[in-house]
Each structure stands twice: as structure tokens, then as C-alpha cells.
């Protein structure tokens, strides 16, 4: 159940580095990574894994040193496109019509031309904080994917992207950092954070019904 | 299963006006959002749960008139926050501390303090980006809800927000809509997307190894 899974997780502040993750558990969260729903499912954004410990290392360095980095199983880094292009735009058209068949381009091609006399002319900075957005709904079901699998993560956002970018050559293949996800199996001690309640925010201070 | 569920959803066209959700699956969906993680524990929004047809039909005629808003059993706005304040903060650590015992407050106050002094000298406009994407974690945690409970539901971000905002008299609580989510039962016909095959990225163009 969901509802239990969500009650499991938390935010790991110590893994056990001598724990890997097995392969299919990793390849679990990618996949509903890669199902999430995203605006006109663009799917703006690509998941960098990393298992190099120097690149962890360097990574640790501009993420306020927080351990997890290095010491999760694997470093996930969720990287959003940094604009929207004709190119990526025309790519994901490309990828409807491969998959459902060259009847589709007739009803999807308008659309996606639409979209383009909307996007395009736009800041990059306005489309890459959009496409951020797409990303943190796949962060999110990446979450409770990794909560399924009884896997332990770190949702985070404190670190210097740019820096992140520059160690990992995200700028130049058009992506910029948004939030990183170290993913592997919480230490059984040493965690601050694992013995305390979760706290939420009562239900009737976070849903409200319209008069 | 995640996959399954994720699989199993798509982005509803076509809602059956008959059909009403019952209280233990809309409660089920809204549980979830609740306990989404944010930055910090932030929850940095609230949803608006939306019956009244006279509001809705209001909101679908700022919405590109799409029918879901009217048609769907209910309609869920995400609307975060326009800012972060000294004194949500401080609710928040308020409800740490309620939740966990004076005992916490030594611990978990200098770290609120220091959020403070990094966000309140922020503009509006880049907390409330910085608010929205944590909505849209919950957002697609309540999209996984949604499929568990075997309820479908239709992501929108293709509507006027400030109109919304309007509509709901929402910037006088300090809040702004983000994402709509009518959450139903499908339409047994006149869905055009219901028959048609889901397309997504293939893994090897959305996850990349970093060297």
C-alpha cells in the first residue's frame, strides 16, 4: 500500500556503504521514473546515474558535504532541459508517431506545432524552470518507487547546480541540475533522523474544500 | 504494483459526470499528497478540493475549456505558497515541535533559523518557484494515489492561473494555484486518448551512466 510505503521512507541521513543495490531494484525506479506523466510528456529532463566515487566525491564538495552522496549505493541526479528546442520538441513527435504508428502524426503533429509557436519564443530560463517542474514529479514517484522496493533515498535539493553541471558536463549536453537522489540501505546506526516521528502538517491545515 | 498502477493510468479525456468518488478513495488520494516529502517539511501549499459546479464551470472557462474540470467527480487545485514568512515558518516548527516534544525544539530551531535567513531575503517570485515544485511532488504522489485507488484523474497546468487564483480568492491567503487535478471515473466512450498506446522516452535516451 501506498499509504505504508510513504509511512517507511524518510529522509536517510546515513547509509551503509558496504550495501549495493541490486541491479533490478535499481532498474524499478528508473522504469516509474520514466512512466511519470509530464506536460505534453515532453519528459524534459534525463536521470544521470552515478557510481564513480571521485565524481561523488567532487559532488559531496558542493552539496554541503552531506555524506549521502558518497555513501548511498548510487547518486542519482535529475537533470531538466536547460530550453526547449524544435529539435527536442520535433524528437518527441518523432518518438509518438515510432510508437503508435504513422496514422498518429495527423492528430499529434498540430498539437505539438502549437506548442512550439508557445515555447520557443519564451526565456530559456522561464522553459528550463518549467521543465524543473516535469522533473520533480518524476522525483516524486522516483521516491515512492524507491519506497517500494524497500530501498532507502535522500530526496535533495542543497547543493550549487552550477557546480553539479560543471562536474558532470550537464551544460554542454543542454541539462542543468535540479535535485539530486542517492539511493541505497540506511546504516543501522548513526542516523539522526531515522528513530524520530515524521511530521506532517494535520490534514485540515493542508486540504481545504471551496465554499 | 507501482509499475502497474503507472501503466494503468493515463491522462483522462473523458470523465463520467455520473460517477462520484466515495469519501475513502478521495481521502486515500489526499493522505498521500499529505505526506509527500518537501524541502525542509515545508509543505508549502495547500489543495483546494472543489465540488461546487458553478465555481468549476468558472474554472473551465479559463481553462481552454477543457470538460474534465466540470465533468470529473472532483476537482483538486495544488496552489502554493507566494512566499515563505517568518511566521509559516515558524508554524512549522511549531508543529515539530508539538508533534515530537519540547525535547526537539533545541535541535530544530538554529535549522529553521538559518532557513529564515536564507529565504526571507528572497523575492516573492523565487520562493514561490521554489514553493510550486514542491507542489509538484505531491502532485505526482497524488497521481500515484489516484492510480492505486484505481481513480483516474487528468494533470493540468494548461489554464489561467491568475484567474484561478481569482475564482478561488486564493492570493488573499497568500497562495497560488499551480496544477489542477480532476480526479473521476473514466467515461466508458468519447475518450480519444483512452484506446491509444502510452509513450515514453526508452530508458537508454532518458538515464545516462555519468563516466
Known amino acids: 500500500m501506498l499509504q505504508d510505503q510513504l509511512a517507511w521512507r524518510y529522509a536517510t541521513k546515513k547509509f551503509d556503504p558496504s550495501k549495493t543495490l541490486p541491479e533490478d531494484k535499481l532498474e524499478a525506479i528508473l522504469k516509474a521514473i520514466q512512466m511519470a506523466p509530464t506536460s505534453s510528456g515532453l519528459q524534459p529532463?534525463?536521470?544521470?546515474?552515478?557510481?564513480?566515487?571521485?565524481?561523488?566525491?567532487?559532488?559531496?564538495?558542493?552539496g554541503y558535504d552531506q555524506a549521502q552522496i558518497t555513501e548511498a549505493s548510487h547518486l542519482l541526479v535529475?537533470?531538466?532541459?536547460?530550453?526547449?528546442?524544435?529539435?527536442?520538441?520535433?524528437?518527441?513527435?518523432?518518438?509518438?508517431?515510432?510508437?503508435?504508428?504513422?496514422?498518429?502524426?495527423?492528430?499529434?503533429?498540430?498539437?505539438?506545432?502549437?506548442?512550439?509557436?508557445?515555447?520557443?519564443?519564451?526565456?530559456?530560463?522561464?522553459?528550463?524552470?518549467?521543465?524543473?517542474?516535469?522533473?520533480?514529479?518524476?522525483?516524486?514517484?522516483?521516491?515512492v518507487a524507491a519506497a517500494e522496493q524497500k530501498v532507502d533515498a535522500t530526496p535533495m535539493e542543497g547543493f550549487d547546480a552550477d557546480k553539479v553541471d560543471e562536474i558532470l558536463g550537464l551544460r554542454a549536453?543542454?541539462?542543468?541540475?535540479?535535485?539530486?537522489?542517492?539511493?541505497?540501505?540506511?546504516?543501522?546506526?548513526?542516523?539522526?533522523?531515522?528513530?524520530?516521528?515524521?511530521?506532517?502538517?494535520?490534514?485540515?491545515?493542508?486540504?481545504?474544500?471551496?465554499a
Do not use: C
Open 173 to 210: 549536453r543542454g541539462l542543468r541540475a535540479v535535485t539530486l537522489l542517492p539511493v541505497g540501505y540506511r546504516a543501522t546506526e548513526g542516523d539522526w533522523l531515522a528513530g524520530l516521528k515524521k511530521v506532517r502538517r494535520p490534514l485540515d491545515g493542508l486540504i481545504h474544500e471551496a
Open 78 to 143: 535529475f537533470a531538466a532541459w536547460d530550453n526547449y528546442t524544435e529539435a527536442r520538441i520535433d524528437a518527441v513527435v518523432q518518438d509518438i508517431v515510432d510508437q503508435r504508428g504513422e496514422g498518429a502524426a495527423e492528430a499529434v503533429k498540430p498539437y505539438y506545432e502549437r506548442l512550439k509557436a508557445m515555447y520557443l519564443p519564451r526565456s530559456a530560463e522561464e522553459n528550463h524552470q518549467h521543465a524543473a517542474r516535469q522533473a520533480y514529479i518524476a522525483f516524486g514517484i522516483g521516491l
Open 45 to 62: 529532463f534525463e536521470v544521470i546515474v552515478v557510481t564513480n566515487p571521485a565524481l561523488r566525491a567532487q559532488i559531496q564538495a558542493v
